[in-house]
Structures are given as structure tokens and as C-alpha cells.
């Protein structure tokens, strides 16, 4: 783990060079002791922040560090749950498997674990997750919902699809405000831009849990209500080229800096922004009510207006998708026209609602060449 490594770096000096946009700033302008501006300016460049020193304009600021910089992810965060604590790791096997194991303890709720590389990635149905070391964003977050939204299982539909909703929003959001395009969410955990896949969400259950060493007061309580923790994983290309890819890849995946015209982007930054809104679609939806995040669901979606075949333990339906809903689940226009705008068909479609449980798979239909309202790039 490479917090320890950071307690000291001067983030406000860093944001001071960065506001200036690649100008000089005079040393006098940094602090009235020399010696502490120099020892911080070392430090900051020993982390990998490119600095530029000239003796008499001053400092200015070249770029981001290539690694994680917890001390910039921390910097006057601001969120209430999220990012109470933050961890980032060199390498590590899974950031899920190492959130769950710390979702035992009650006291962890809100963790952030970071890694600079996963060597056994994952994403949903046992599908693997890779990336080149230091281009991405691998994180985890541990949380304990309220009893009466935590998953009760593994695959508890409204926790889970809840949760998923949650970590694809805030994905394509910051997706969305880095490069300017619309993020859109094809179901139900991945995170695309113009086609190509740029980000994936795996919510799993953590271990069952239990208050640990200086838990807040209430954590035993907390602790007996929600019976277990919850890890969202959240894999973000940011950094990576197209040849970074597979070549199998190459057509159908793509990263921030690649939408962005190929500049190197602040993957500290981006963490950070990912945290934040994480935190406030986290708080959103667990104070007024987990359906809030419907219509931001909705209008993000892929499929909804498509013609889609959903798979269930019964069978496969295809009909036209009407709506997504986190509680009700997946409303399907059975035997609706599959072009829009022909005219009604002389027997209304049949509409059926199927809950998120028993929706297995659910994929556009072959032969659907609609698309479905734009989503926002805000």
C-alpha cells in the first residue's frame, strides 16, 4: 500500500502551480519560507508531479503523476459516506476481494480501496478485467446500506440492481463531463461511449459483518440491521491507448484519454471526481428513496425504447423495453411494432413487468436497428 508514502505532500501548493495553466509563479507567491516551499516543491516533483523550475520566473506546472496520489484524491473532499478512508495499493489480485474482506467490519463503511494494477480483475458473470499497470481507475468501495436496502443475498435484486444503478451513474457522469460525449449504460453494468465499452460495475456482497476496533457509536447497531457490507468495483479505462487493448478489443473498447484526443490525463483527478459523485448519488438515493435514481437511469439507458430479448429462468421474451424501474423491474410492449413510428398495430402490445431478479440477461434484439432517446453529456 503506498499511503504511508504520501502524508506529507503539499496539496494546496500543487493546486496553486496547477490553477496558474503551465505559467511561471514566482517563488515569493508560494509561501514566505523559501526553505519549506523548496522541501515541498521536492517532494511533489519526487512523487512524479512535473514541475518545472526557472531561477528567477519561478515554478510551473507540467503534469499530472503517473501513479495515485492520495493526498490530491483526499484534498478537501467534501463527501459525507464515500472516501472516509482511502487506500491505494501497487498490485494487488482484485480490489473486490480485498474490499470484502475489509466489509467484515462495520467501522470500514466508506472505504475507498485503489490499485494501481489487478492481476486477477473481474467483471460480471466471472468475466476478466484487465489493464496495463498505472492507466486505469480499479476501485472498490466498501459500504453497510441501510437494512432496508441492503442486498439480503448475493444476488438480491433490488440491493444489487440499486447499487449497480448508483456506480453506473457516477461512472458516466464523470465519463461524460471529461470528454464532452454521452456516456451511455448498456445493461446492465457497463458504461459505453459511442458503442465502445469504457467502463464496468461488479456489486458484490462482502463478508458478514461485525463492529471492529474503534467503530463509531451505533456501529453494533448498524452492523445487526444491515448484516453484511456491499462492494462496488469500478473499472475505468482512462490512460490507455488503442493499441493498450487486445487486439480483439480494439473495435469495441475505449478509454477517457482516447475520447479526450489523446492527452494524458490527471487519473488522481479523476478518482476523485468519481468518488464525489459516487457520494452523491450514494446519499441521494439512500435519504429520499433508492427509486430517485430511476429517471437518470432511464435516460442514460441503451435499450430503453429498443426492441430487446431479456432472458429469464422460464425463458427468453423479446418485446419492446417501455421501462426501468430499481423496485419494479423491466417493462416489456409484447407484440409492439419494432419500427416506431409505423401505426398502431390493430392489437394493442401486451405490457409485462418481470423483476430484476428474474431478468438474467437482457441484450438488444438482432434485428433492432433503433436507437433509443440520446442521453445527457452533462
Known amino acids: 500500500m503506498t499511503?504511508?508514502?504520501?502524508?506529507?505532500?503539499?496539496?494546496?501548493?500543487?493546486?496553486?502551480?496547477?490553477?496558474?495553466?503551465?505559467?511561471?509563479?514566482?517563488?515569493?507567491?508560494?509561501?514566505?519560507?523559501?526553505?519549506?516551499?523548496r522541501s515541498d516543491l521536492n517532494a511533489l516533483a519526487a512523487f512524479g508531479f512535473?514541475?518545472?523550475r526557472h531561477p528567477y520566473r519561478g515554478v510551473a506546472y507540467l503534469g499530472p503523476a503517473e501513479r495515485l496520489c492520495p493526498d490530491q484524491i483526499e484534498h478537501e473532499l467534501g463527501t459525507r459516506w464515500i472516501g472516509r478512508r482511502i487506500a491505494v495499493w501497487s498490485r494487488v489480485s482484485s480490489t473486490n476481494d480485498l474490499a470484502a474482506r475489509a466489509g467484515g467490519s462495520v467501522s470500514n463503511d466508506g472505504l475507498v480501496v485503489l490499485a494501481e494494477e489487478q492481476t486477477a480483475g473481474r467483471g460480471r458473470r466471472g468475466r476478466s478485467w484487465t489493464a496495463p499497470a498505472r492507466s486505469s481507475i480499479l476501485m472498490s468501495v466498501v459500504l453497510f446500506p441501510p437494512p432496508e436496502l441492503a442486498p439480503a443475498g448475493p444476488e438480491s435484486a433490488l440491493g444489487c440492481a440499486w447499487l449497480t444503478a448508483v456506480g453506473a451513474l457516477a461512472t458516466a457522469e464523470v465519463v461524460s463531463a471529461w470528454t464532452g460525449r454521452p456516456a451511455t449504460i448498456k445493461w446492465p453494468n457497463d458504461v459505453r461511449v459511442g458503442g465502445r465499452k469504457i467502463a464496468g460495475i461488479l456489486v458484490e456482497r462482502a463478508s458478514p459483518a461485525g463492529p471492529g476496533p474503534g467503530a463509531s457509536p451505533g456501529a453494533a447497531e448498524l452492523a445487526a440491521g444491515s448484516g453484511c457490507?456491499?462492494?462496488?468495483?469500478?473499472?475505468?479505462?482512462?490512460?490507455?491507448d488503442r493499441e493498450d487493448f487486445p487486439a480483439e478489443l480494439r473495435t469495441c473498447a475505449t478509454s477517457l484519454r482516447i475520447e479526450c484526443g489523446g492527452a494524458l490525463l490527471d487519473r488522481s483527478a479523476v478518482a476523485r471526481e468519481l468518488i464525489r459523485r459516487l457520494d452523491s448519488w450514494y446519499e441521494t438515493s439512500r435519504t429520499l428513496d433508492c427509486t430517485t435514481l430511476n429517471q437518470s437511469w432511464r435516460d442514460r439507458s441503451e435499450h430503453l425504447g429498443r426492441t430487446v430479448q431479456v432472458t429469464t429462468p422460464a425463458g427468453t421474451?423479446?418485446?419492446?423495453?417501455?421501462?426501468?424501474?430499481?423496485?419494479?423491474?423491466?417493462?416489456?410492449?409484447l407484440g409492439a411494432p419494432t419500427d416506431p413510428d409505423a401505426e398502431a398495430a390493430s392489437v394493442a402490445p401486451r405490457l409485462?413487468?418481470?423483476?430484476?431478479?428474474?431478468?438474467?440477461?437482457?441484450?438488444?434484439?438482432?434485428d433492432d436497428g433503433v436507437t433509443g432517446p440520446a442521453p445527457r453529456a452533462d
Open 317 to 333: 421474451l423479446t418485446g419492446r423495453l417501455v421501462d426501468l424501474d430499481v423496485q419494479l423491474g423491466v417493462t416489456l410492449a
Open 50 to 52: 512535473g514541475l518545472e
Open 3 to 37: 499511503r504511508g508514502l504520501t502524508a506529507f505532500l503539499n496539496i494546496p501548493l500543487l493546486e496553486r502551480l496547477r490553477a496558474a495553466g503551465g505559467d511561471f509563479v514566482p517563488l515569493d507567491d508560494l509561501g514566505a519560507d523559501r526553505d519549506r516551499v
Open 352 to 366: 409485462c413487468t418481470l423483476p430484476l431478479a428474474e431478468v438474467l440477461a437482457l441484450e438488444a434484439a438482432v
Open 229 to 240: 457490507g456491499v462492494v462496488i468495483g469500478i473499472g475505468l479505462n482512462v490512460n490507455l
